[in-house]
């Protein structure tokens, strides 16, 4: 008679873990979990178009205007009860990328626009690059950031410039996974789910995404041209190149892009 109460006791245990709610298995849920734009400080963040302002890039990320104050994403993980979803592992927070495009033979699940990869720009010596990971692991309050510079060991959302976060082209809807959920994103933290996708705008818009060697992760007349046409006054206006977010394209976008003419991975700043 013991023996079967304890086998029937060992029966009842393992049937409750197999039948533990998601909430307490650490499962994201979707319909909670959401990713924000964000700059500045940590704990008195700029968020929605103020914060996209200063999402803008060239493939060398060199001077103090690319990636400005602590550019990010802050990313809230819950369980389907609400609950924070604390001490995710750093390497499972992924803004997603395939590396290149189909044509140079590059898939899966993360973005196909963006340009990372060594194999087809080796002149510039460009990294490889596939998942732009937290700087931490989830805290307490189940968040996490993903500063696009790079981390800062210790301080979470805080910027410091990465060599190996290097890359070219933009898409407007990067993929943001956590622990293999794609999450969706909000313009601000009170806004509603699925009214933001992540996107970082680049001087580097044109060319790379065939097989023809080193045409990539560069900046030049290409990518200059089409904002030189986009400030013309009554000309439509263009999202991609409005680098500073304001709503029109000037002469104040144009310069900032001449003044990043032929950078690419390794120039100005070798690493």
Not at 88 to 110: H, R
Not at 115 to 129: E, G, K, R, T, V
């Amino acid at each position: 008679m013991m023996l079967k109460e304890a086998k029937l006791g060992i029966a009842m245990a393992v049937l409750a873990v197999l039948i533990v709610p998601a909430a307490y298995a650490g499962v994201p849920d979707v319909s909670q979990s959401f990713f924000v734009p964000q700059s500045g400080s940590v704990t008195t963040p700029t968020e929605g178009a103020g914060a996209i302002a200063n999402a803008r890039r060239c493939p060398n990320d060199d001077g103090i205007q690319v990636l400005r104050l602590n550019s990010r994403l802050k990313v809230v993980v819950k369980a389907s009860d609400g609950s924070p979803i604390v001490g995710i592992p750093a390497s499972d927070i992924c803004v997603l990328f395939n590396g290149g495009t189909p044509a140079q033979g590059f898939s899966g699940v993360g973005d196909d626009s963006i340009i990372a990869n060594f194999q087809f720009n080796q002149l510039s010596n460009c990294p490889d690059i596939r998942c732009v990971q937290a700087d931490a692991p989830t805290d307490a309050a189940g968040v996490a950031y993903i500063t696009w510079l790079g981390s800062t060991p210790g301080s979470p959302g805080v910027a410091t410039r990465d060599p190996f976060r290097k890359w070219g082209g933009q898409a407007g809807d990067i993929p943001v996974m956590v622990l293999g959920f794609k999450l969706q994103g909000k313009l601000t933290s009170g806004s509603a789910l699925g009214s933001y996708t992540a996107h970082v705008k680049s001087l580097d818009a044109i060319g790379g995404r065939t097989t023809v060697a080193n045409q990539g992760e560069l900046v030049n007349s290409l990518d200059i041209n089409p904002v030189q046409a986009a400030a013309v006054p009554g000309q439509p206006y263009k999202y991609s190149v409005d680098f500073d977010n304001n709503g029109i394209v000037n002469s104040i976008d144009l310069n900032f892009i001449k003044a990043h003419n032929n950078h690419k991975c390794n120039s100005p700043t070798v690493n």
